[in-house]
């Protein structure tokens, strides 16, 4: 299965990524350091389509072979997400504007979504992990 946490840079992908990881005991692939193996820094519209295509692979490699996985990234656009090809998504939707104005620009919100994050409370850290693996575990008998 291939999981998907996407959302505005700083709006807790990473976070969330790695607390389910740990739950659900499963590969996590996290962008930034995929692009940093590729040295591909750039974000134009072209190279978004490349990362979506680069943590596709690497997502499908990983479900070939029976194992759940988590990749976290923007994935700005539908297209991008299209492209990935989700099992689940999780979307970040807990800011209105992240750290870069290019992709704020970019950014579009999703038609569809397995699970929406709109909101952090003290104690989400815990309580959105479980609901959210609870959730995975349930459509998908993980």
């Known amino acids: 299965m291939k999981i998907l946490i996407f959302g505005l840079p700083g709006s807790g992908k990473t976070w969330l990524a790695e607390q389910l990881q ?3 005991n499963c590969a996590w692939f996290n962008a930034d350091k995929i692009r940093e193996m590729a040295n591909d820094w750039e974000f134009s519209e072209v190279a ?3 990362q979506a295509y680069r943590m ?3 997502a499908d490699y990983e479900k070939e ?3 759940t996985v988590i990749c976290d990234f923007v ?3 539908e297209e991008t997400r299209d492209i990935f090809d989700a099992d689940y998504t ?3 939707d807990t800011i209105q504007e992240g750290r870069f104005a290019d992709t704020n620009k970019l950014f579009e919100k999703p038609s569809v979504v397995n699970y929406r994050v709109s909101k952090w409370y003290d104690d989400t850290d815990e309580t959105l992990a479980n609901a959210i ?3 995975i575990r349930m459509e998908h008998n993980v």
Request: charged share 40%; with cysteine; aromatic share 4%.
């Open 56 to 58: 596709k692979g690497i």
């Open 133 to 135: 693996e609870r959730h």
């Open 48 to 50: 978004r389509l490349r």
């Open 65 to 67: 072979m029976k194992r």
């Open 75 to 77: 994935c700005p656009l």
């Open 90 to 92: 999780v979307w970040m």
């Open 22 to 24: 740990a739950r659900l």
